[in-house]
């Protein structure tokens, strides 16, 4: 199992965004310096995060991204299925009689593995930006 670079950029672009968005668009520049985040990179996660409605655009000179809702409504699960991440743990399908292993049937850990990724994506579903940001604050004083 592995989040990719994709899904943990997304989550911290959009962290960095919910900390300084707030009163004016942030910069995909701007997130890419204090992030070390590639700028193209950046630009590929945040069409899909528009795409989705996560964040919208703003044109202008002051341009750039803002939040399409407050910090404590986007859930990390959100964000992560926005950029197309997927946390598994098996590589075989759910209702396939067939197992990962190729075999016609499950290996004996299946079940385990299975837990695993419900307890993760349940994990993803309850924390949100705002935790985020609040527990980086927390985290310098």
């Known amino acids: 199992m592995k989040l990719t670079s994709k899904g943990r950029y997304a989550v911290m672009a959009l962290a ?5 968005n707030s009163m004016n ?4 520049r701007d997130i890419s310096l204090r992030q070390g985040i590639s700028l193209d990179f950046l630009e590929q996660i945040f069409y899909k995060l528009k795409k989705n409605n996560i964040v919208k655009s703003i ?3 002051r341009g750039g ?8 409504q986007i859930k990390l699960a959100n964000i992560l299925n ?7 743990t098996v590589q075989c399908k759910k209702e396939s009689k ?5 075999k016609t049937s499950k290996c004996i850990t299946h ?21 985020l940001i609040s527990n980086s ?5």
Do not use: M
Request: glycine letters at 6%.
């Open 16 to 20: 960095d965004l919910a900390k300084f």
């Open 25 to 28: 668009p942030v910069s995909l």
């Open 59 to 61: 044109r202008g000179t």
């Open 65 to 72: 991204y803002i939040l399409t809702k407050n910090p404590e």
């Open 82 to 88: 926005a950029v197309d991440e997927e946390v598994k």
């Open 98 to 102: 067939k197992g990962c292993n190729g």
């Open 111 to 131: 079940n385990l593995w299975d837990e695993l990724e419900i307890h993760i994506n349940n994990f993803f579903e309850q924390k949100n930006l705002k935790d």
């Open 137 to 141: 604050i927390e985290s310098r004083n």
